[in-house]
């Protein structure tokens, strides 16, 4: 292999601790040219400190510290230019414990990495402020009744319970969204398969939202369709968030269908939902499947679509978002059958 088109920068030093190769990348990091660094001590090749003036050369030590290291782990190093760069190395011995034969050096940028840890550190702040919200007013109505109890008629009592109640549901709502997600990132997300009828399970979801309070003005087209091999639960939560985006985002449902699809020969069932709002922006629509996305007023967690796609790409299927005619979003969502080979007889 050729180090020139290793994507760190590589240094390798001899036993005399002087530079005996490097490659393409180091001569681009230390803005050297030709071969001035081949010959040049190691400490001289590797000028980086922690910002506290202490030397990497210095520290780690290569060529007469502990006799049985064969590496030097990762750490984060500044160069003279305030650059941080992570470092680190193999200790080539001529026989365990014996002298240092060659010492070779990877250094790599640190920005990659610190992007990731602006990423997470992003990822607890927005969960800890979905979290804080409906504990905030759990602390704030509980405080109040147990310090001035008296104060309050029984009527504004049970408002302040039914607003504790509504919160406690709301945040353990939000925690379950969390752990879905978490599994699905993990890979973990685990299916209870068992038959289910997609225009039954649509029917059970949408006659929850109208005892709800939703607006029940859509149009149905809820045909005799294919069972389908999948875990209802997991199903429910697809329709119902994609459900409740249309009518809190899409300014309402305007219509849901379900009929059979064969795609690639494979059977099917596919669900087609078009709310009655602007539609989403084409450049938009893979963003809405992200972690956390949320727009426009009234967002939730910004998880329900991540989830949703999680799940129906666990049964082996897809969601497309599409401009409906006549405008709104149209999303769609196909799953395949998946019959278990052992069945014989059809499902009543």
């Known amino acids: 292999m050729d180090l020139d088109d290793f994507p760190d920068g590589v240094i390798i030093a001899g036993p005399d601790g002087r530079v005996a190769y490097v490659n393409d990348r180091i001569r681009s990091l230390a803005r050297a040219t030709g071969d001035e660094m081949l010959g040049m001590p190691l ?17 780690t030590r290569p060529y007469d510290g502990l006799s049985t290291r064969t590496t030097i782990t990762e750490q984060s190093w500044y160069s003279p230019r305030g650059s941080e ?8 011995r001529d026989r365990p414990g014996g002298a240092v034969q060659r010492v070779i050096l990877s250094v790599r940028s640190a920005r990659a990495r610190n992007h990731r840890d602006r990423e997470r550190s992003d990822l607890v702040a927005t969960v800890a402020h979905e979290l804080r919200s409906p504990l905030t007013g759990i602390k704030g109505f509980t405080a109040t009744l147990l310090s001035k109890w008296d104060q309050f008629s029984e009527e504004q009592r049970r408002f302040m319970l039914e607003t504790v109640d509504a919160d406690a549901d709301r945040l353990s709502r939000l925690i379950t969204e969390l752990l879905d997600a978490a599994r699905i990132d993990a890979g973990r997300l685990t299916l209870k398969r068992g038959p289910v009828r997609l225009d039954d399970l649509i029917g059970r979801v949408l006659r929850g939202v109208t005892a709800g309070g939703g607006d029940g003005r859509w149009a149905l087209d ?8 999948g875990d209802d639960d997991r199903l429910v939560q697809v329709v119902t968030n994609l459900v409740e985006n249309a009518q809190r985002h899409g300014h309402g449902l305007a219509s849901l269908a379900v009929a059979e699809e064969v795609v690639d ?7 087609h939902l078009v709310d009655r709002g602007p539609g989403i922006p084409e450049e938009m629509r893979m963003r ?24 129906v790409d666990q049964h082996g299927g897809r969601v497309d978002i599409d401009d409906a005619e006549g405008g709104g979003a149209d999303i769609s969502v196909w799953l395949p059958v998946n019959e278990p080979d052992t ?5 009543p």
């Open 288 to 311: 809405v499947f992200s972690r956390f996305w949320r727009s426009g007023p009234g967002a939730g967690s910004g998880l329900g679509m991540y989830i949703v796609r999680g799940i």
């Open 222 to 229: 809820l045909g005799r369709v294919p069972v389908v091999w």
């Open 85 to 92: 760069y992570l470092v680190t190395a193999a200790l080539v």
């Open 43 to 59: 400490d001289e090749a590797m000028p980086f400190d922690d910002l506290n003036g202490n030397t990497w050369m210095a520290c």
């Open 343 to 347: 069945l014989t007889d059809p499902v």
């Open 265 to 271: 020969g494979r059977p099917g069932v596919r669900l």
